[in-house]
């Protein structure tokens, strides 16, 4: 027996209209409909509610429909794939600020009276901001689980080298001769600890919303 088949017999022994369960489930009453005659699947989402919905075990609702199965198979490692893609996003468009970031700083903002101007604006203004941002959408993405907890160090990492980037390679450019000590002198922990600071706030509050978001849709 085929999940659809399954389906119509649970409803029809709960006395539910098709628009019922609809209701009961967020989704169109043709939904239903093809799911019932096997003419589209539902999610996992939505398996599950099914199976709370009718008080059958997930086991017995999937039992030997090698193709629903298959259906649920696939529909997870496509979820998998946005998880890992959206990982790649946000992670990416920092990258990609703090690259233009130190690249304009090396092509000539680094010369003249602009340095300093230049090294504030990237170092306090325009590198938190970012770091702020993209730690708020990677804790209000769920995807991220546990991991989003170790992008502070990350983004402390990213705030020192700019800061070396920036000021230290501005004073490293006053000296004659440039020695291994010099150049590690250049990095400052009080710039990690800010980075990893700022991105811990806002992955708490990316957190925080995802979590009142949930309780809402499910209280």
């Known amino acids: 027996m ?4 399954r389906l119509k017999n649970a409803r029809s022994e709960h006395g539910l209209t098709q628009e019922q369960v609809a209701e009961e489930l967020g989704v169109s009453r043709q939904s239903i409909s093809n799911w019932e005659n096997n ?8 398996v599950i509610k099914l199976s709370d919905l009718y008080s059958i075990s997930l086991d017995e609702l999937l039992k030997e429909d090698k193709k629903m199965i298959e259906h649920l198979d696939d529909a997870t490692n496509e979820v998998k794939s946005r998880k890992w893609f959206s990982k790649l996003i946000e ?25 300093m101007g230049y090294s504030i604006l990237a170092l306090y203004i325009v590198m938190p901001v970012s770091t702020l941002v993209i730690s708020f959408f990677i804790g209000a993405d769920r995807g991220w689980n546990r991991l989003r907890w170790l992008m502070p160090l990350f983004f402390g990492m990213a705030l020192i080298t700019t800061q070396m980037e920036t000021f230290g390679i501005k004073w490293l450019s006053t ?22 600071a700022v991105s811990a706030i806002g992955i708490g509050i990316g957190t925080a919303v995802r979590l009142n978001k949930f309780k809402k849709r499910t209280g």
């Open 2 to 5: 085929e999940i659809g088949e």
């Open 39 to 46: 003419r589209s699947y539902p999610d996992i989402v939505s």
């Open 91 to 115: 992670v990416g468009s920092f990258l990609v600020i703090w690259a233009v970031t130190a690249i304009a700083f090396r092509t000539g903002a680094a010369e003249g009276s602009n340095a």
């Open 175 to 196: 000296l004659e001769i440039v020695t291994v000590s010099d150049f590690f002198s250049t990095f400052e922990p009080l710039y990690f600890i800010i980075g990893a």
